[in-house]
C-alpha cells in the first residue's frame, strides 16, 4: 500500500515541479487531477487515500500547497510551497511526463456542440457534479469537467445498470435510487420516495432536465494572449457602468474584466483616450477577491461607444455578447 501511495504522490511532485507554474495559480483540482495522470499511472481507490480530496489535505497537512474551496464549486490549488524541502529535494523525472493533449485544447471533437466562437473569442461551457450526483459517476475523477452529453451518456448508463429503464429504453421507470440522486428537491425533507412516483415512467427529456439542472456550469475564455483558465459558474462578460457624480452632471465610464478576453489595459485606454477624446487611468477593483483585477476609467458617458470599440475587428474584435451595459456598480 505504501508503494501505491508513494506513486500518487511522485506523481503529485512531477506535477507540481513541472507542470503547473505560479501563473497557473489558483488551478481547479479537476486540472491538477489532469495533470498528475500525465506523470503517471495510478488508481487513488487503492491508496489509503481513496479519493483526491483527501489526498490534496494531506498534502496540505504537510505544508507543501496551500487550497480553498469556491462558494458551490471546486477545490482550488492557490499556491505551491517551492521552499518546502520535499519540493526542494524532488528529482524532477521528466522521462515519466506523458504527451497528452491538454484538457484545455479546444480542438478536441468532444467541445464540438458545447463551443462558440464570435470575434476573437472562442467560449466552451462544461460541468462539473455535485456530491449527490456522485453514484451516477462512480469511478470517474473526483471533480471532472464534462460536457452536457458526455454527462447525460453517464446518466442513461447508470439508468440502466440499475434496471431503470423501461423495455423499449423510451421511458425511465422510478425507483428510489433515482429519487434520491436525481429527482429528490433539493429542499425536500422526505427520506423515501413518495409512493405516488414509485414505479412511475417519466420521459428521457424530463429526467434530464432534473439531471441538468444540478450539474455544476463551469467556462473558459479562449482569446489572444489568454492563458486558458476553468472558472466556475456562467460566463464573466466585460462590464460597463456608467457612474454619475454631482447629480448627473459630470459622469464617469467605468470597464472592467478586461484582462478575461486578452484585451492589455494600456493599449485599451490609449485607444479609448483617442476615439473618445478624454482622460482614462487604470486602477485596482477593490476587494480581496479581486487580485490582480484592474478597471479603466473613462471621463464622459460613452458606454455604448465603448461597446462599439470593442467590436471593432481591427481593434479588438469582441463582439458585444461578450460585453454587458450594466447598472450595477462594479465595487
Known sequence: MKEIDQTVINAFMNCI??????????????NVLDKMKQCGEFDLKTTTFKKFSVFLKRMQQEN???????????????????????YVDFVLQETEIKKKKSA???????????KVTAGAVTVIIMYKPPNRLEPIFEGEPINALYT??????????WCGNNKMLDPRGKKIIVKEDLWKVVLKPKKSKEKEIPRNLLGQRLSRKKVAKEFGSWMMKHHAIQAPGVKLKWRAGSLTKIGVYIEKRQGGKKNTTIVWNLELYGIDLKEFSKVAQKAFAASTSISDLPGKQRKDQHM???????????????????????PDKFVEETLKRPY
Not at 452536457?148 to 448508463?157: D, N, T
Request: glycine share 6%; no cysteine.
Open 17 to 30: 515541479k513541472g507542470l503547473i507554474v505560479d501563473g497557473e495559480l489558483p488551478i481547479p483540482d479537476s
Open 64 to 86: 507543501l500547497i496551500e487550497t480553498k474551496q469556491i462558494v458551490n464549486g471546486p477545490f482550488v490549488l492557490t499556491s505551491i510551497r517551492r521552499d518546502h524541502p520535499d
Open 104 to 114: 484545455n485544447d479546444f480542438s478536441d471533437e468532444k467541445y464540438k456542440n458545447s
Open 148 to 157: 452536457m452529453s458526455e454527462a447525460q451518456k453517464r446518466l442513461w448508463e
Open 296 to 318: 479603466i476609467k473613462i471621463q464622459g458617458s460613452v458606454a455604448p461607444k465603448v461597446v462599439e470599440l470593442l467590436g471593432d475587428p481591427e481593434l479588438f474584435n469582441i
